[in-house]
């Protein structure tokens, strides 16, 4: 889809206005019935100049919103409220690199693609081994050990995670509470596995 200098245009590429009976291409594009959010940008519907202006002219952002929604959504925070994963406390970390972390942009790129497929031959040495299940990699990812782990090594990386993250070390502060709940149940699921018996 590329955008023409003249502003919000689009080369039709074959699409036509939805208008009823316009003849005319499709070069400009409103929001559809899904909008934007969680799963994604959302649809568009694509308009001849005419008729999206027409359309923008009528067009109602809050409709179908209740009443706490619409002040919500005019609130002068409206979308500071959320954390981003930059700017969470953690800012990311075990998630991504940090692009701060690297002069050059593609050096992180790298790195992420370089964590991603080192995880997935991680993943597929252990399903050839047949010692851990797709699971219990995963219980493993989240504790941060390799599929040479032992019952002796589980537990004391556990008891260092539990200590690190736990709210009564960290000055009461629950900001690593989904963190800790993810380590104690990667650890319930190791300590039951067969590969640790």
Not at 66 to 76: D, H, M, R, T, V
Not at 88 to 109: F, M, S
Request: hydrophobic share 35%; with cysteine.
């Amino acid at each position: 889809m590329k955008q023409t200098r003249f502003h919000g245009r689009f080369e039709p590429q074959g699409r036509g206005c939805e208008a009823p009976g316009c003849a005319e291409p499709g070069e400009f594009r409103a929001p559809g019935a899904r909008r934007p959010g969680f799963d994604g940008p959302g649809d568009w519907r694509w308009f001849c100049l005419d008729h999206v202006r027409e359309f923008n002219a009528g067009y109602d952002y809050f409709a179908g919103m209740s009443g706490e929604e619409i002040l919500a959504a005019q609130s002068p925070i409206a979308g500071w409220a959320g954390e981003t994963r930059a700017f969470r406390p953690t800012a990311g970390i075990g998630d991504a690199p940090r692009w701060a972390d690297y002069a050059d942009p593609l050096d992180a790129i790298g790195a992420r693609a370089a964590g991603i497929r080192s995880r997935a031959e991680r993943a597929a040495r252990a399903a050839m081994d047949g010692r851990f299940s797709q699971e219990e990699v995963q219980a493993l990812e989240t504790m941060g050990l390799g599929l040479n782990a032992d019952l002796g090594k589980l537990r004391r990386r556990y008891s260092e995670l539990v200590r690190r993250y736990h709210p009564d070390r960290n000055g009461g502060d629950r900001k690593f509470e989904a963190r800790l709940t993810k380590v104690v149940e990667a650890y319930q699921t190791l300590r039951k596995s067969r590969a640790f018996l």
